[in-house]
Nanobody
Framework: QIRLVESGGGLAQAGGSLRLSCAAS????????MGWFRQAPGKGREYVAT????????YYEDSVKGRFTISRENAKNTVYLQMNNLRPEDTAIYYC????????????WGKGTQVTVSS
C-alpha cells in the first residue's frame, strides 16, 4: 500500500510561487510513476504533471509548461511540484497520486492541498 500526504498549499499572489510536497509511505514508491492533479471549483479533476519512477522523464499539461516543475527524491519518498508564475486560474485543490502495480492507472491518492492564487 502507498499512502500519500500533500502539503505546501496556501495563498499566493499572481506571479508568485509555491512548492507542494507529497510524502509517501510504502516500499514501492521508487517503482511508481507519480502525478499531480488538480480540481478547481465546479470542474472535474485535471491532469497537471507526471514523473517516471526514476525521475528521468517528466510530462506536463500545456497550461503549466514552463511554469511548473515536477520532481522526486526517492530516498525521501517525496515528490514535489514547484509552481512559479502562478495565475488565478491555477486555484484548485492539488492532489498527489501514485500509479498502481499494473502501471495503467493511478490507484493511490492523497487528500489534497488547497492552492489559492489571487489577482
Amino acid at each position: 500500500q502507498i499512502r500519500l500526504v500533500e502539503s505546501g498549499g496556501g495563498l499566493a499572489q499572481a506571479g508568485g510561487s509555491l512548492r507542494l510536497s507529497c510524502a509517501a509511505s510504502g516500499r514501492t514508491f521508487s517503482n511508481s510513476a507519480m502525478g499531480w492533479f488538480r480540481q478547481a471549483p465546479g470542474k472535474g479533476r485535471e491532469y497537471v504533471a507526471t514523473i517516471s519512477p526514476s525521475g528521468s522523464s517528466t510530462y506536463y499539461e500545456d497550461s503549466v509548461k514552463g511554469r511548473f516543475t515536477i520532481s522526486r527524491e526517492n530516498a525521501k519518498n517525496t515528490v514535489y511540484l514547484q509552481m512559479n508564475n502562478l495565475r488565478p486560474e491555477d486555484t484548485a485543490i492539488y492532489y498527489c497520486a501514485a500509479e498502481g502495480p499494473d502501471g495503467r492507472s493511478y490507484d493511490y491518492w492523497g487528500k489534497g492541498t488547497q492552492v489559492t492564487v489571487s489577482s
